[in-house]
């Protein structure tokens, strides 16, 4: 299986503040991924990326930016943190379309 | 309209039950499919895939249907352990692809 990292299990934040949160995969996948999930809502994609300085946009990446400067290294950065940010952080990885996606343990961030 | 729809539930069984879900798609050229058990405060992990010939797996059988859109999960002989949220995952799109999950069915499995 794949090991997915993400950098912090809990952050707290001020509002206004710039955020970064870091996911890290040990193998050579291409497809990464950022979910925020909220009760209710279910993961919702906020970016993903297929390559190296790749990214695209998912359903919901208003207030967010993303970086993939190695393969193994996908940052999802929030420019301007706000209250409506606070929300579960879920970053995902697959080799390829029909296989497993593997998670981290999940970053939870609450912006105050 | 949502990309993934599921009945958030809670589904509510006693165990020994057969329980069904169900989850519709609307990106008629979504190509995989699958899937995905969410246990409380831990993250998704991979239940099965779903093919379009059916895939059964011990206690679970998932079916897809393309030409109405959606998938299907059948649990039989319901156990405690399988209490959790069910989450309906389809891939979309080609080179770089969407991997787009329903918000997720809650099961309860009660003795």
């Known amino acids: 299986d794949v090991k997915v990292t993400q950098s912090s299990r809990y952050l707290v934040k001020r509002t206004g503040e710039k955020v970064f949160l870091e996911c890290v995969q040990d193998m050579d996948h291409e497809n990464m991924f950022w979910y925020r999930q909220d009760p209710g809502l279910g993961l919702r994609l906020i970016y993903f990326s297929y390559d190296v300085k790749m990214k695209e946009k998912g359903d919901i990446p208003e207030g967010y930016s993303v970086s993939r400067e190695k393969k193994e290294r996908f940052s999802l950065i929030l420019e301007s943190a706000s209250t409506n940010q606070t929300s579960m952080y879920l970053c995902a990885v697959s080799r390829e379309m029909n296989t497993e996606a593997f998670f981290g343990q999940g970053t939870r961030l609450t912006v105050v | 309209r949502k990309e993934v729809e599921q009945d958030p539930g809670p589904f509510n069984v006693p165990e020994g039950a057969t329980v069904a879900f169900n989850c519709t798609y609307s990106?008629?050229?979504?190509?995989?499919f699958f899937w995905y058990r969410q246990d409380c405060r831990k993250e998704p992990k991979l239940l099965m895939s779903v093919y379009s010939s059916g895939n059964e797996d011990g206690r679970f059988t998932a079916q897809l249907n393309r030409a109405s859109q959606y998938i299907s999960l059948l649990i039989r002989d319901s156990k405690l352990s399988d209490s959790a949220t069910y989450l309906c995952?389809?891939?979309?799109?080609?080179?770089?692809?969407?991997?787009?999950f329903g918000a997720g069915t809650r099961l309860f499995v009660k003795a």
């Open positions: 995952v389809v891939n979309t799109g080609t080179g770089g692809f969407k991997t787009i």
């Open positions: 990106n008629s050229a979504s190509q995989s």
